[in-house]
């Protein structure tokens, strides 16, 4: 698996898959990372890859310690499915 991998500079989290970047746009702060947008480009859509970005970036917030508050709509709807990371919602 392709890690992901944190772009400050840019406000971005990404994780490059099959030559393409799938990235979230995000906020840091009080222990917690806002995701305010997840996009995949349009050739990967329907492949899984933002399913398996968003699984990246749930274990990277639980690495940091951080709670995840997702803004975005496939975020939070990926979120709530997930019995595995739903104790990250914060």
Known sequence: MTTLHDNP???RLERVEAGQVVFA?????????????????PALRGTGASGRFMEALAAWARREGLKITPICGYAAAWLSRSAEHRDLIG
Do not use: K, L, N, Q
Not at 25 to 41: K, N, Q
């Open 9 to 11: 500079a840019t406000g």
């Open 25 to 41: 746009d995000y906020r840091r702060g009080d222990g917690r990372v806002m995701i305010d947008h997840v996009e995949a480009p």
